[in-house]
């Protein structure tokens, strides 16, 4: 018993040191910044594919891809725009391979795609720009417990205020 113990061990230690030394042989990846929002409203992309023969990069900002040169670094950039403020979906494909941006966290994950997302502001505020608005009513949550489910629920909802109701006539906002 204690043969196969000191021989699983052995074994052990061996593969640990042979998988150890191949993962610090590896070049670490290339750091890129992507994308990279400029000023003037226009967008650097960039992806590092130092073996790719064909990248393009398409998003909701255009209707066609605009086309991709390496650099003797191998990597990829185009520059779009200028745009207009809004958040845009967009991705790479790499030889033909679709794939979101590997230097941007920033997804949007949907039933049919993976994409990466970049943001675009300025003067001219999106519909989904945070910004302040007056306060007609309350928001309110109420949590219950439903006995049938023997569940736990959250139920939130909104009150409009008395002023705001008798101005309008309608009652609701």
Known sequence: MNA???RIAAVATIAIALLGGAAIAQPPP???????VHPDRTVTFRIPAPNAKQVTVSGEFDRQSPPMTKDDAGVWP???GPLKPNVYGY???VDGFNTPDPSNTFVRVGSLAYQSQVEVTGEEEAYQ???NVPQRGACW????LVTRAELS???PFYTCSTEWATTKGSGHP
């Open 141 to 144: 949550s109420i949590h219950r």
């Open 129 to 131: 720009a945070i910004r």
């Open 153 to 155: 629920r959250n139920i």
């Open 4 to 6: 196969l113990l000191i």
């Open 30 to 36: 290339m750091a890129v910044v992507s994308p990279d």
């Open 78 to 80: 185009v520059t779009v």
């Open 91 to 93: 991705g790479f494909a």
